[in-house]
């Protein structure tokens, strides 16, 4: 039979009369139109949180959290599958179907610095994504529609600059107590941006305390613990202390001036209302940088997603007053976990400590000072412990016999499981996750001497003092949520282990665009069969 569209107009309605009865209902819903595509396509990623914080206090939720478990695809173990569980790395994974190897973002430091750009408005260091390699979403959806606006706004430069990749959009980020950009996307602070500044919200929300949102006895955890925050002001209420725009770092109110920013931007790009979809990103830090003083299991986390939850699900209601219900395609995930204060794991009866290779890396600096003009600075980033090769040749230094050497002393070290150099860690990759772990994390070209493998519960860290501390392989810093809503998508909560690598060939998927370059992420056959 010919398909109906090339029937003359005059016979089309009447082939419903040529369908046995029994078969009228399936022809209907065969002929029902396909929905309309989202108008906006949103990744909300909650910097720090880990894959079970939302099932931990499910019943408290009232905001987007409780919808996301009603309404979404929940996958509560997702996981940043690399070694280096740090901030630019995870972000760079969300929207790029890259792991760090393929981005070219291997840690924190080698991130977004750039001394070639500056800030506007502002001061601080230049930042740019100059080091990030291939394409994103964003590339796909601008070679489908060259016309696709974005918008990606967070704390932090790399959290907003990350996952969009090189493209040059609306990357918006907050430096010493304003939202600004750098002279890599633009000359001048958009005026929306400006007009916001001007409105004073840093200054209005610095010094107001930070008081439990619930009853005391809404809170398990107890509010007397002099390990968080490094022994100062540790119980509530809190307030944010001078300098001001540092201090509100450690409130729930500078995710509160990430959404309402977020907001302006929507409406003064007006996202969403186009027949073809926009992106919008948002990168909330709070958890982040509370999390970091206060630890995981501290009433101050607990507090301050209960005030996330419901300042998100006041945003997403915004967003769908402007464009439409069922218009939005949202996913939610994070860059990394974090681990606990070992100090506190310990007094539960389990093991946990501090991997002391910083006080290991000073020491051979020290040696390699003494002993060789000229040789490089060895770095220690999370158990991966680099430097330029070619200058230790240069300054008489053998790499493969120091890295031999590095990884003989680490092994000594408590809180070791497995030490990996650039000859030895092939051999691991077939038989051991974590070395697979590291394998994703560092591109062929990048010159490193050794990769450590922690105990579950340790951290990488010289000794109690320090903030709550992730960047492990271990499934407390790889573990986070991916979450997707919007038409079409199942709801439920599913044991899949998916990864953020997944994320953007899955939402590819979803908006019919052919992806670029080589993947290590694919659809999730879940939402995608």
């Given at each position: 039979m010919l398909p109906a569209a090339r029937f003359p107009r005059r016979f089309r309605l009447p082939l419903l009369l040529l369908v046995p009865a029994a078969g009228v209902v399936a022809a209907l819903a065969a002929f029902r139109p396909a929905p309309a595509p989202p108008a906006l396509v949103i990744l909300v990623t909650v910097d720090q949180m880990r894959g079970d914080y939302l099932l931990r206090w499910r019943t408290q939720w009232t905001g987007a959290f409780r919808?996301?478990?009603?309404?979404?695809?929940?996958?509560?173990?997702?996981?940043?599958?690399?070694?280096?569980?740090?901030?630019?790395?995870?972000?760079?994974?969300?929207?790029?179907?890259?792991?760090?190897?393929?981005?070219?973002?291997?840690?924190?430091?080698?991130?977004?610095?750039?001394?070639?750009?500056?800030?506007?408005?502002?001061?601080?260091?230049?930042?740019?994504?100059?080091?990030?390699?291939?394409?994103?979403?964003?590339?796909?959806?601008?070679?489908?529609?060259?016309?696709?606006?974005?918008?990606?706004?967070?704390?932090?430069?790399?959290a907003a600059i990350l996952p969009i990749g090189k493209t040059r959009a609306s990357v918006i980020w907050y430096s010493d107590g304003r939202f600004t950009t750098s002279s890599y996307y633009r000359d001048t602070l958009p005026e929306w941006v400006e007009a916001w500044n001007a409105r004073g919200g840093v200054a209005a929300v610095s010094g107001r305390p930070w008081r439990l949102l619930l009853p005391d006895s809404a809170y398990p955890e107890p509010d007397s613990v002099p390990r968080e925050n490094r022994g100062k002001d540790f119980t509530f209420p809190h307030v944010a202390h001078e300098p001001v725009a540092e201090g509100v770092k450690r409130t729930p109110w500078v995710d509160s001036l990430i959404l309402d920013l977020t907001l302006a931007g929507v409406r003064?790009?007006?996202?969403?209302?186009?027949?073809?979809?926009?992106?919008?990103?948002?990168?909330?830090?709070?958890?982040?940088?509370?999390?970091?003083?206060?630890?995981?299991?501290?009433?101050?986390?607990?507090?301050?997603?209960?005030?996330?939850?419901?300042?998100?699900?006041?945003?997403?209601?915004?967003?769908?007053?402007?464009?439409?219900?069922?218009?939005?395609?949202?996913?939610?995930?994070?860059?990394?976990?974090?681990?606990?204060?070992?100090?506190?794991?310990?007094?539960?009866?389990?093991?946990?400590?501090?991997?002391r290779l910083g006080a290991l890396t000073r020491e051979v600096n020290r040696q390699l000072r003494d002993r060789y003009a000229g040789a490089p600075r060895l770095v220690q980033d999370n158990g991966l412990l680099y430097a330029d090769r070619e200058q230790l040749r240069e300054a008489g230094v053998s790499p493969e016999s120091l890295a031999t050497a590095l990884a003989a002393q680490a092994w000594r070290l408590p809180g070791v499981v497995d030490a990996w150099t650039p000859a030895t860690l092939g051999a691991a990759l077939p038989v051991n996750l974590h070395a697979r772990r590291w394998a994703r994390q560092l591109p062929r070209d990048f010159s490193w001497l050794l990769a450590v493998q922690a105990k579950p519960g340790w951290v990488y860290a010289d000794g109690p003092g320090s903030d709550a501390q992730h960047g492990t392989t271990n499934d407390d810093d790889a573990g986070v949520p991916v979450i997707f809503l919007g038409p079409g998508i199942p709801a439920g909560i599913f044991p899949d282990t998916v990864r953020t690598v997944d994320i953007a060939p899955t939402l590819a998927s979803l908006l019919g665009l052919k992806p670029e370059g080589r993947l290590d992420g694919r659809p999730i056959r879940r939402l995608t069969r």
């Open positions: 919808r996301l478990e009603r309404e979404a695809a929940v996958f509560p173990e997702g996981r940043q599958d690399h070694a280096l569980t740090e901030t630019a790395p995870g972000h760079a994974t969300l929207l790029s179907g890259r792991v760090p190897a393929g981005t070219g973002i291997v840690t924190n430091g080698l991130g977004v610095g750039d001394s070639t750009v500056h800030l506007l408005g502002t001061t601080g260091g230049g930042a740019s994504p100059w080091r990030f390699r291939g394409p994103t979403l964003v590339d796909w959806l601008r070679r489908a529609d060259s016309g696709t606006r974005v918008l990606s706004v967070s704390a932090k430069d790399r003064a790009l007006d996202l969403g209302r186009r027949a073809r979809p926009d992106l919008l990103a948002v990168s909330l830090s709070g958890t982040d940088y509370i999390g970091h003083a206060f630890g995981p299991d501290s009433r101050e986390v607990h507090d301050h997603l209960l005030h996330v939850d419901r300042w998100l699900g006041q945003f997403l209601d915004s967003l769908e007053a402007r464009v439409g219900k069922g218009r939005v395609l949202l996913v939610l995930s994070a860059d990394h976990g974090v681990t606990p204060f070992p100090e506190l794991t310990q007094a539960r009866g389990q093991d946990a400590g501090y991997l």
